[in-house]
């Protein structure tokens, strides 16, 4: 089923549409924002938002796009939108130190997928030495930005890839050593709580984001 996009709810379809190339409301493409170097991306805060956007308002940037239905059916049916998505979050991943790879699965793998015969996989990169002091530390505003981009990625239909990012923060022995366990709740919640649930949500019986709460009785392929 297809909806017609209200014309303020079309930016984000705009803006991953490949052919569109669309701008953000500070008129920055998707391609101009994953140019940027590793200096630009920790210094700038309010990218992010579009890059992955939630269906909850942003408690710090008033203006952050929403994930509407609509705008979650358009990514789930059009896989151009998802692997600009994908795309962007290598970007991040590189950011992180970390790396991304599809490698054939087995029967016996934890992650293995039956339908794919892929496992998803993410490991440090060559430059996880350089990269993870930005971000593995007790406190860091790339915590919050890691929730984000786990939900989002949910939300818009890269559940394996989410679920490849939980993995890895969950193993890691630096993670694990160094950042909070507060951190790392806010990364579970976000990985495991029903889709409707924001991470911020400690109470499994809340209402949530109510459509997505609602969406289970309109679509079988639901996440949750």
Not at 3 to 27: C, H, I, N, S
Not at 161 to 172: I, P, T, W
Request: proline share 6%; charged share 25%.
């Amino acid at each position: 089923m297809e909806w017609p996009l209200d014309p303020a709810q079309t930016m984000l379809v705009r803006f991953y549409d490949p052919e569109v190339k669309g701008a953000d409301e500070q008129g920055r493409t998707l391609d101009y924002i994953l140019s940027w170097n590793d200096a630009t991306l920790e210094r700038c805060h309010n990218y992010i938002q579009t890059l992955f956007p939630l269906p909850e308002p942003s408690g710090v940037f008033d203006n952050a796009p929403l994930v509407t239905m609509e705008i979650r059916q358009q990514f789930k049916n059009r896989p151009e939108l998802r692997e600009n998505l994908i795309t962007a979050f290598n970007r991040m991943l590189s950011f992180y130190g970390l790396e991304y790879q599809k490698v054939q699965g087995s029967d016996d793998s934890v992650d293995w997928n039956p339908n794919t015969d892929v496992k998803r996989v993410i490991t440090q990169a060559e430059n996880w030495e350089t990269a993870a002091p930005r971000w593995v530390v007790p406190r860091n505003h790339n915590h919050l930005r890691i929730t984000r981009i786990i939900r989002s990625l949910r939300v818009l239909g890269c559940k394996e890839e989410a679920h490849a990012l939980h993995c890895f923060l969950e193993e890691d022995k630096d993670v694990l050593e160094i950042v909070s366990k507060q951190s790392r709740d806010f990364w579970t919640r976000a990985a495991d709580n029903k889709l409707w649930l924001p991470p911020h949500e400690l109470d499994p019986m809340a209402a949530g984001t109510v459509w997505l709460a609602a969406e289970k009785l309109y679509f079988e392929d639901s996440d949750q």
